[in-house]
């Protein structure tokens, strides 16, 4: 039996008109679709006028799901990867059940779409050309702070995601290391009614947070030193 083909699919961060033609047919035709979380993946499926079994494949259970999915596979099932928003395997779940396929020679396909901190990026005015993607720092604040210390004079941009529950935190440890005179973007809630960007020298920048809403998730990007806006 010829084994079937995981598609990794992207769906949108938050305006589902930016779901792609192609995404659509491809969550048709797939048997299966590993989400995150059914509620949510579910709400997407019945916008599309889709019903489709789902598998749970979240953080805590991406470990054991992979080999469960592999199995689907090879009966020649057809699997369409997706996170809660934006692309799989991107800070969300999905790389190991990819590093599986590559290993059994199963195929890996690709259906590009929206990602959070590219969409913010291109948005922001700061450097795009070269760049480095760290996604979300650890919790604590001295090891926030190190990573910030180690790349401090790096000399292209920085991508961090983060939580509403600790941005700003998060600011006050990027101001701090930093400095106030840093060029930097924090976005939020991205294609979303709300959509907000917060572009400026870091110390600026930090101040406006602390008078706005942090509702949503944040993509922070920090400008190279002696970048001007």
Known sequence: MEAGTLYVVATPIGNLADI???????LALCDVVACEDT???????????????????????????????????????NIALVSDAGTPCVSDPGFRIVRACRAAGVKVSPVPGPCAFV??????????DSFLFAGF???????????FGKYADFPHSLIFYESPYRIEKFAADALEIFGENRAACFAKEITKFYERFFVGKLG?????????????????????????L
């Not at 600026?204 to 944040?218: D, H, N, P, Q, R």
Request: net charge positive.
């Open 20 to 26: 792609s033609e192609r995404a659509r047919e491809t």
């Open 39 to 77: 509620r949510v993946t579910g709400a997407l499926l019945n916008r599309l006028g889709l019903k489709k079994e789902m598998f749970v494949n979240e953080n805590s259970r991406e470990k054991s799901a992979a080999p469960a999915l592999l199995k689907m596979l090879s009966e020649g099932k």
């Open 119 to 128: 969409s913010a990026l291109c948005a922001s005015g700061l450097p795009s």
């Open 204 to 228: 600026g920048v930090c101040g406006e947070l602390k008078s706005a809403s942090t509702k949503g998730e944040f993509t922070v990007i920090i400008a190279p030193r002696g970048f001007e």
């Open 137 to 147: 720092l650890p919790p604590k604040a001295s090891a926030r702070r190190a990573y």
